[in-house]
């Protein structure tokens, strides 16, 4: 059973930093693709952050985001990271770790593609 957990999400003032945590279980890491995907307060759907193939350490970045908050991975731990700096209230949102199993590469980054989700983790930009 695919697990996926979040963590290191919080409150930050304008400006500052977060770096958040999605370890994966459950499966064969290096067959995944793990993305990042957040959804503001109100929104209806959730916009996608970054994403990375586990086997390439191939980057993904789309959207109005692109390449804003950096994502890595740690294969030894089957941890994909992402790194959010210079954040801003317009960040606020529930951010959520996602995954798909797929060969070789990543699917288009739609929230439709991916089959795993963890709970989410909140991140808070405020004064």
């Known amino acids: 059973q695919v697990q996926l957990v979040e963590s290191g999400g919080g409150t930050v003032q304008p400006g500052g930093s977060l770096r958040l945590s999605c370890t994966v279980s459950?499966?064969?890491?290096?067959?995944?693709?793990v993305a990042w995907f957040r959804q503001g307060p109100g929104k209806e759907r959730k916009e996608v952050v970054a994403?990375?193939?586990?086997?390439?350490?191939?980057?993904y970045y789309t959207g109005s985001l692109r390449g804003r908050f950096p994502i890595s991975q740690d294969k030894a731990k089957n941890t994909v990271y992402l790194q959010m700096n210079n954040l801003s209230p317009e960040d606020t949102a529930n951010y959520y770790c996602?995954?798909?199993?797929?060969?070789?590469?990543?699917?288009?980054?739609?929230?439709?593609?991916?089959?795993?989700w963890g709970q989410g983790t909140q991140v808070t930009v405020s004064s």
């Open positions: 994403a990375i193939y586990a086997g390439t350490d191939r980057k």
């Open positions: 996602a995954a798909a199993d797929r060969a070789g590469y990543c699917p288009d980054l739609y929230e439709r593609n991916f089959a795993f």
């Open positions: 459950g499966t064969s890491y290096s067959t995944m693709c």
